[in-house]
């Protein structure tokens, strides 16, 4: 099993793999629910970062396209990675889980590290 945390600050520690992949960040849509935008709540994401999908939702800029990459995403994809916005990034992102950090594969974290051709996370 992969252990990693997050502090009340949004440091990560460095067994994050996360740290070196953000393949997820690079290839899924990031809908949000409008009021998690910073213009209504205040902790909340960057409202320049984001685009409106309809009605409710709204998309993080670069993410609603082919070949996906979010604004927000840092660095080089497999080698390393930080989100911009970490602390204030959206409720999806935060729920969000990488293979193995719950002791149990993820299809949406694999899938995505496929995409990438980043070899599946290994237990350590």
Not at 18 to 28: D, F, R, T, V
Not at 61 to 90: D, F, M, Q
Not at 91 to 111: H, I, N, T, W
Request: hydrophobic share 35%; proline share 6%; glycine share 8%.
């Amino acid at each position: 099993m992969l252990t990693y945390v997050s502090d009340e600050v949004g440091k990560m520690d460095g067994n994050n793999p996360c740290l070196s992949c953000g393949a997820c960040c690079a290839h899924y849509r990031v809908s949000l629910y409008w009021a998690e935008a910073d213009d209504v709540t205040l902790s909340g994401v960057p409202n320049e970062l984001t685009e409106k999908l309809c009605g409710v939702r709204l998309v993080m800029k670069g993410t609603n396209r082919p070949n996906p990459r979010c604004s927000a995403l840092k660095g080089e994809i497999g080698r390393e990675v930080a989100c911009s916005i970490y602390l204030k990034r959206p409720q999806v992102c935060r729920d969000f889980l990488a293979s193995l950090s719950m002791g149990y594969p993820e299809e949406k974290c694999d899938k995505a590290r496929r995409t990438w051709d980043l070899a599946p996370l290994e237990p350590v």
